[in-house]
């Protein structure tokens, strides 16, 4: 099934009319596909088949209440980053049980919520952080699940902002050192160890990473189990990418063969971390053109949505497609800059796109479903996007556009 498609020249979610919507709820405007949040889930799901799995969903690509909701009824596991992530689970109806929290700067507050609520795991990223961690567990009288995140010193082969897996990262732990970790850990008090992890990089399009990074942590899990040291769990991480334009990553099912492969020998349940693969493509980002300008050099489709709603072009140089709304439409094709209203030269949504367009048109950015909305701000003092889930001709309003009044409620004046 198209989540996302064109019936007529008119752009539909699941059975919605993206132009109804847009009129309705206003722009800019996110809407996601409920029915491709769950295909997708099943997808990673179904793939591990019989072998013992949980596939927490690495809530930072779009941790709206109502997408955790739905991937919590279907027995989803959470990656999460913080504490107010792990609200935010619990909120929507999720396990902490099936909580593993990454990060590498978890405070004491963070650390006493989640050892307070029960989580699956910390994964560990530095000898200070397991230190805390046994302190604050020690005194709260409980045990804390933890493994290691070790970086394995793996090029990811993706944009260096979202590379985490080499040693000039400030992610996880060298594998030399988690070794000597894991063995000062075994003696810590309120430490109990259960796994190991490790997560490399966001947007890879090729496996052989991934099954690099495998490579390298199960030796290290070779060298453990000979001193006495064994795991109940090996967490993969996330970073399956996505098609955004032209990229052929691997398929969740190929993605899940190749690690299940790796792993086959090893009485380990797999643990996996997906974000953008879970999300990217079950969302949009609706615009609408408010003005047409010809420059000397380029033309410039001006639209009401900005960096602010959707960084990842401006901070990335990340390619999304743009595309018309409303297909039917008579209007000469231009190439066109893509740009909101914000006063940065960085703010656009994409450049040198053929587009037919006129100003009032709406406009439709694909794939913005992951580090879309869950990385917007008020920046310029905008109100954020409404956000919007369709299931099938049902439309539930997930977040309500911020007011005005929104923007300085916490504030006061002198
Ligand atoms: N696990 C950990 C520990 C992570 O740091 C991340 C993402 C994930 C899982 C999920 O990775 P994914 O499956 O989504 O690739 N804002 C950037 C992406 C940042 C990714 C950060 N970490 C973007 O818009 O491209």
Not at 225 to 249: A, R
Not at 343 to 353: M, P, Q, V
Not at 381 to 389: F, T
């Amino acid at each position: 099934m198209e989540y996302f498609d064109y019936i007529g020249g008119s752009f539909v979610a699941e059975k919605v009319k993206v132009e109804d919507l847009a009129k309705q709820y206003g722009t800019p405007l996110y809407v996601y596909s409920r029915t491709c949040l769950e295909d997708t889930f099943k997808a990673f799901d179904s793939s591990f088949g019989d072998t013992p799995h949980l596939v927490c969903y690495a809530v930072k690509a779009n941790s709206n209440i109502a997408v955790l909701n739905v991937m919590a009824k279907l027995g989803a596991g959470f990656d999460i980053v913080s504490g107010g992530e792990l609200a935010r689970v619990i909120k929507a109806g999720g396990d902490p049980a099936k909580v593993v929290y990454s990060g590498v700067a978890k405070s004491k507050d963070e650390i006493i919520y989640a050892l307070e609520k029960g989580i699956k795991c910390f994964n560990v990223e530095s000898e200070a952080e397991m230190q805390r961690i046994s302190e604050i567990a020690t005194s709260l009288k409980k045990e804390a699940p933890v493994s290691i995140r070790v970086n394995p010193d793996v090029d990811a082969g993706t944009h260096p902002y979202i590379s985490t897996g080499l040693k000039k990262n400030k992610f996880g732990v060298t594998i030399d050192k988690a070794y000597d970790l894991y063995l000062a850990a075994s003696k810590m008090p309120g430490i109990a160890i259960k796994g190991i992890d490790c997560h490399i990089g966001s947007q890879l399009t090729t496996i052989t990473p991934f099954t690099d990074a495998i490579d390298r942590v199960l030796c290290l899990v070779d060298r453990l189990e000979k001193v006495g040291i064994n795991f109940s769990h090996i967490d993969v991480g996330g970073g399956l990418g996505v098609v955004y334009d032209d990229e052929t990553p691997p398929s969740i099912k190929e993605y899940v063969e190749a690690i299940k492969d790796k792993l086959v020998h090893k009485k380990l349940t797999i643990i996996c971390e997906p974000g953008r693969a879970m999300v990217a493509n079950a969302g949009v980002l609706v615009a609408k053109c408010e003005y047409l300008k010809e420059g000397e050099i380029s033309n410039f489709c001006i639209v009401d949505t900005a960096m602010n709603d959707l960084i990842r072009p401006s901070l990335y140089e990340a390619w999304m497609k743009i595309e018309e709304v409303n297909k039917n439409l008579d209007r000469p094709q231009k190439e066109y800059d893509v740009v909101g209203p914000i006063c940065e030269t960085g703010d656009f949504l994409g450049k040198g796109r053929k587009l037919k367009v006129a100003s009032g048109d709406y406009l439709v950015v694909r794939g913005a479903g992951a580090y879309g909305f869950a990385m917007s701000s008020n920046y310029n003092s905008r109100p954020r996007a409404a956000e919007i889930l369709v299931s099938a001709d049902k439309t539930y309003v997930i977040r309500a556009r911020e007011t005005i009044d929104d923007l300085y409620a916490l504030e006061t004046l002198v």
